[in-house]
């Protein structure tokens, strides 16, 4: 165990990072060659889900959430031409088909309906009852349909011994064996809305230095996915806009992208390890962004130390009254479902470690 000073911190955390960077990497090379096949066995046998392309870049499609757990986005097809749904209406039905006597609760916050009719262009097999219920197309009944397809892939490219499917979950989710680890990936049907930004998105908001008009119209530019995660909601998702923030952070020469690394690394050594964290890499990277909204001059990110303490005491800020605003959907929590005890416990860390800034490393 080695125990380091904030003043230290940022030399010493530089090798693990770098080990990181590796790993990571060589489990994303395997992973996606796994991922590829299988989406491509899945796109033969239903042309409404689109094969996930291999990269020997960056891949734009997985999001590596923690070391152990990703997030795989699997393109759907046959839906163009979306639009935003103009008039409102109750739902009284059920995944079962049975009708309800008090209509279904209207989506909160990251998640919305989607109906069909939003397209102006839509594949006919969008339209059948195994996706479809009075015009919308229903994310649990997407995901019924995509598990049986991702346990038929399975078994046709014969990766039963690579790959196999964890139950108890509303999601898909699969296990892979990777020579670096075991990575649990959830598989999440996507319907890629590029061009238009959503108006549940009220960004960015008035008189905010950071990012520039430019960068904001660039990143608008991308505009979002729908996820299918849940039984009746489609989750909003800004992956590829968030990709953008982040790859432009430090064009200033600041060190926000050292503060976020040194963070990240510590978080996941330290403060919340394990293999399903109620942190991910992406909670502590929307910290960063409103970090640097709040302090969006290069001044603010010249002294590394001081940078990096204001970012714990973000993260420790809302870890600590469990809440965390989405960075582009102010009314969303993202720590609203986690679990109480354990943010307790990474809040109780990060508060000793803010009372007394050392550290000590695995």
Excluded at 309 to 323: A, I, T
């Amino acid at each position: 165990m080695k125990s380091l000073t904030v003043g230290n911190l940022e030399d010493c955390l530089l090798s693990k990072v770098d080990l990181r960077r590796q790993r990571i990497s060589q489990t994303v090379q395997e992973v996606q060659k796994v991922v590829h096949q299988l989406t491509t066995e899945i796109s033969h046998q239903d042309i409404r889900f689109q094969a996930v392309p291999h990269s020997d870049t960056y891949n734009g499609n997985i999001k590596v959430l923690a070391p152990n757990q990703f997030l795989v986005i699997v393109p759907i097809k046959g839906l163009a031409g979306y639009r935003e749904a103009r008039e409102q209406r109750w739902r009284y039905y059920t995944l079962q088909g049975a009708r309800l006597a008090c209509p279904l609760q209207a989506p909160e916050g990251l998640h919305q309906w989607l109906e069909v009719e939003q397209f102006v262009k839509s594949l006919w097999q969008w339209h059948e009852a195994d996706v479809n219920i009075e015009g919308d197309i229903v994310p649990a009944k997407v995901l019924q349909v995509f598990r049986k397809l991702v346990e038929n892939a399975i078994r046709t490219c014969h990766l039963s011994g690579k790959v196999s499917m964890l139950a108890d979950r509303s999601a898909v989710w699969v296990a892979v064996e990777t020579s670096v680890c075991q990575v649990e990936l959830e598989l999440a049907p996507a319907v890629e809305i590029p061009t238009t930004w959503s108006e549940k998105a009220r960004w960015p908001r008035c008189m905010k230095r950071w990012p520039s008009p430019d960068r904001v119209e660039c990143i608008k530019s991308f505009g979002f996915n729908l996820l299918a995660r849940s039984n009746y909601h489609w989750q909003l998702s800004f992956l590829q806009a968030e990709q953008v923030l982040l790859e432009q952070l430090d064009e200033d020469g600041g060190c926000r992208r050292k503060c976020f690394q040194a963070m990240r690394q510590l978080k996941e050594d330290v403060w919340c390890p394990g293999k399903r964290p109620v942190l991910t890499s992406h909670h502590l990277q929307t910290v960063l962004f409103w970090t640097c909204e709040k302090y969006p001059h290069f001044k603010d990110w010249q002294v590394f130390s001081k940078a990096f303490l204001r970012l714990v005491r973000k993260l420790h800020k809302c870890v600590s009254q469990h809440f965390l605003k989405h960075y582009f959907v102010r009314n969303s929590n993202l720590l609203r479902c986690a679990s109480s005890g354990e943010l307790d416990v990474v809040a109780q860390k990060l508060a000793f470690f803010l009372k007394n800034p050392q550290i000590s490393l695995p």
